[in-house]
């Protein structure tokens, strides 16, 4: 693998590395397999895993002072926001809606568990940053 692919291939890494990890979480927490939980929430979070694997992987390619790192740290910014913020008021809302409507049906759909803690965030830098040390190990 060339330095040019690693960037192609780290986003798909960091993602089918958080979601190992997650799976065997979920699976020991629930002493059983978890597939049924594969795509909530929980640590570490996918969407930090991610955009932090591309952030690290410039970061560690191209140095601090390109300008294409603090895009990257842009867009993890914004991301962890989202994850930390956005997301846990949609939590709010669908727990105010399953009070107020309470039939179930209309509200079948809006999942409990959105959004994520601090710790969560940190462990999606974590993977991301496992994912960056892998892709470069693996090119050099």
Request: proline share 3%; net charge neutral.
């Amino acid at each position: 693998m060339c330095i040019r692919d690693s960037y192609i291939i780290i986003c798909p890494l960091a993602f089918v590395l958080v979601g190992s990890l997650k799976f065997c979480i979920n699976s020991i927490k629930s002493r059983n397999l978890a597939f049924d939980q594969i795509g909530l929430g929980n640590f570490p979070s996918t969407h930090i895993s991610i955009v932090s694997s591309i952030t690290w992987l410039v970061y560690f390619r191209e140095g601090y002072s390109d300008p294409l790192l603090g895009v990257c740290l842009a867009l993890l910014i914004i991301v962890t926001i989202d994850a930390l913020d956005t997301r846990k008021k949609i939590e709010d809302i669908v727990k105010v809606l399953r009070v107020e409507l309470g039939d179930g049906k209309s509200i079948e759909g809006l999942r409990d568990k959105t959004g994520h803690n601090p710790i969560d965030a940190i462990g999606g830098v974590g993977v991301g940053f496992l994912a960056a040390l892998i892709i470069v190990f693996a090119t050099t």
